[in-house]
């Protein structure tokens, strides 16, 4: 078992413990946390008097391991662009946890991520949640499936030569088609019979099922609309990945209770979709009701800078507070892994990471992160 003390610890569901302890267990888990812990003489300790606890961020949306960070176009793996439909693929079969892309997100105090792929096709396979840390994928996930991704906009226009209304029309036929697979399917699984089963619509059956949510790439604000009329005509759960546009149609979107995944920040607006873009983006969403994740998008912004995000997007009115639950609790509660991260608590995976002062603030840096217990980086001393 490990103890640590000394340190102030924001534990996000819970108030702030001013010199607060972790115990974890040797699975990893919290066993306790509090002002005072019970503890076993013989536990190993860990004395972090004077600095700062902060629960493991989580990324909703990133790339890591699949996009050919420093390995350049031959590890470029996010899409599968041979069909503007491609429901049958994972991110998971492109995962590379050797690539140093994972070491960023440590470095940045990422311990969970949701990889999804890219944003070429209308339809583009699925994603999955894991853990930073590890040699093999498998072995480091956290949930798979976690959505099916999905794109609106210039990339799938340009990747398949479409139109917008070309890439809501694929949209539209490919959950039409999932819908009758799903009448033949249950009806076959009613029955007992035997059935075929598409790969491809295999995706859209989860989707249907509300097994997992269809996480819409759109930038732009007609695009944003686009997302939800067609995700609410079809009677889904979703997501609005990037957002970039929110700020423009803010009320709009708290009226429908949008969940977005907000990002990358400290960008530039290097394509046309861009051109409104503004980091106060997440705190116009917060105060309009949409809940509000903050992603890298990785490699877009380098996993190595979130906490630097969550900086710039609270100078807009958000509270250190809210900009905690942002990068941990929110997108945990999205991906559907807050039963095991987003927060310290007892029972949940002992992730965390350390920092020399108060969050967000530009003097503060992680000194540590630790995954399920276990130190998995420490800042160099140059």
């Known amino acids: 078992m490990l103890l640590v003390k000394g340190a102030k610890i924001y534990p996000v569901n819970g108030p702030m413990l001013a010199t607060g302890m972790l115990l974890i267990d040797d699975n990893g888990k919290i066993a306790a946390i509090g002002e005072t812990i019970s503890a076993p003489a013989s536990v190993d300790v860990l004395d972090l008097t004077g600095k700062v606890i902060l629960p493991g961020f989580v990324d909703a949306h990133s790339h890591v391991g699949i996009w050919g960070d420093g390995e350049g176009r031959p590890a470029y793996d996010g899409n599968e662009m041979s069909n503007p439909i491609a429901g049958q693929v994972n991110a998971l079969d492109a995962a590379n946890p050797y690539q140093r892309s994972f070491a960023s997100a440590r470095e940045g105090g990422i311990t969970s991520v949701q990889i999804v792929p890219g944003s070429g096709n209308p339809i583009g ?127 709009y979107l708290g009226k429908h209770q949008v969940q977005a995944h907000v990002g990358p920040g400290l960008s530039s607006r290097g394509k046309v979709e861009l051109a409104n873009f503004t980091d106060a983006n997440p705190a116009v969403l917060a105060k309009a009701g949409v809940k509000v994740s903050l992603i890298t998008d990785h490699p877009f912004l380098d996993s190595r800078y979130f906490h630097a995000y969550g900086g710039v997007a609270m100078k807009y009115g958000l509270t250190a507070d809210e900009t905690l639950r942002m990068m941990t609790i929110n997108p945990a509660e999205s991906i559907g892994i807050a039963d095991r991260v987003g927060s310290l608590e007892a029972g949940k995976d002992a992730d965390f990471i350390v920092l020399s002062g108060e969050p967000f603030t530009y003097t503060s840096v992680i000194l540590a992160t630790y995954i399920e217990g276990k130190q998995v980086f420490e800042r160099p001393v140059y």
Do not use: W
């Open 125 to 251: 396979g699925l994603g999955f949640a894991c853990k930073t840390a590890g040699t093999i994928i498998d072995e480091m996930v956290i949930k798979n499936p976690t959505g099916l991704k999905g794109a609106m906009g210039e990339n799938p226009k340009g990747g398949h030569k479409l139109t917008r209304m070309g890439v809501a029309a694929h949209i539209r036929d490919y959950f039409q088609k999932a819908a009758e697979y799903k009448e033949k399917k249950d009806a076959a699984l009613a029955e007992g019979k035997p059935f075929d089963i598409d790969l491809n619509l295999e995706a859209g059956y989860k989707v249907l099922k509300g097994e997992i949510p269809f996480r819409v790439h759109a930038h732009r604000h007609d695009d944003i609309v686009t997302v939800v009329r067609l995700c609410e005509e079809l009677g889904i759960s979703y997501s609005i990945e990037h957002c970039t546009d929110g700020h423009l149609v803010a009320e």
